[in-house]
């Protein structure tokens, strides 16, 4: 039972490229989210969704895609980086009407 | 809206001495309150929850927290530090919702160092 799991976990990207950043999770949880980590200011959600075919934004949406076809991934697109993109980034599930989130491992993304 | 304050950026303690990391809260309706712990270089774990019932909870590692609402705080302790503890402690607050959306708004961190 791998629980939440991001992949890659480093990349190194120029300016202007595209990536997506995978998230896929094993616990059957319906609500997913994307957070960036950021030194100082916590985590921030750029998207969530609540089930397949449903995503919606959250505080720091632009410049990020999601979509979500399976209820098991969430994957995250960077449409063109920019070096204010340069964070870590945490895919998550949450369970149960008390909402417990579970984490991924992280990806630490570099926009030189 | 919901919103997170944790005072002190950065907390050192000796070995042994009481850890108090101090999160306050801003929520229209009641919340839940989390505290998550990160390690270097890993994702976020659960340490301990406050839902509905007793307002102190314990978690893992020896760590509790007490929800006063009068106080709208939530802060969290430990008896005697441990080397072990070194790590960066989040808080966090989730409304209660009966619709679909389960957002955690999280606190800016407090990283604990612990001194030999």
């Known amino acids: 039972n791998a629980g939440v799991t991001q992949t890659p976990k480093f990349q190194v990207l120029k300016t202007g490229q595209s990536m997506t950043l995978q998230c896929a999770q094993d616990?059957?949880?319906?609500?997913m989210s994307w957070y960036r980590q950021d030194p100082g200011m916590g985590l921030r959600l750029i998207h969530y969704?609540?089930?397949?075919?449903?995503?919606d934004q959250g505080e720091v949406p632009n410049g990020y895609n999601v979509s979500r076809s399976t209820t098991e991934d969430f994957p995250l697109r960077l449409l063109s980086a920019a070096p204010s993109q340069t964070s870590v980034y945490f895919c998550?599930?949450?369970?149960?009407?008390?909402?417990?989130?579970?984490f991924g491992q992280g990806t630490r993304l570099t926009v030189v | 809206a919901q919103s997170v304050t944790q005072l002190g950026s950065h907390v050192s303690v000796s070995e042994g001495a009481l850890v108090l990391l101090r999160c306050n809260y801003s929520?229209?309706?009641?919340?839940?309150l989390f505290w998550y712990v990160q390690y270097p270089n890993q994702g976020l774990q659960l340490l301990l929850k406050?839902?509905?019932?007793?307002?102190l909870v314990k978690g893992i590692n020896g760590f509790e927290a007490e929800f006063k609402k009068s106080e709208t705080s939530f802060h969290l302790t430990k008896p005697s530090a441990h080397m072990s503890d070194a790590a960066e402690y989040f808080c966090?607050?989730?409304?209660?919702?009966?619709?679909?959306?389960?957002?955690?708004?999280f606190g800016s961190g407090t990283q604990l160092t612990v001194l030999p």
């Open positions: 406050y839902t509905t019932g007793a307002t």
């Open positions: 929520s229209s309706v009641p919340p839940y």
């Open positions: 998550a599930t949450t369970k149960g009407r008390f909402n417990e989130a579970f």
């Open positions: 616990m059957n949880h319906e609500y």
């Open positions: 966090a607050v989730s409304e209660v919702s009966s619709g679909s959306a389960r957002q955690l708004t």
């Open positions: 969704s609540v089930g397949a075919g449903i995503t």
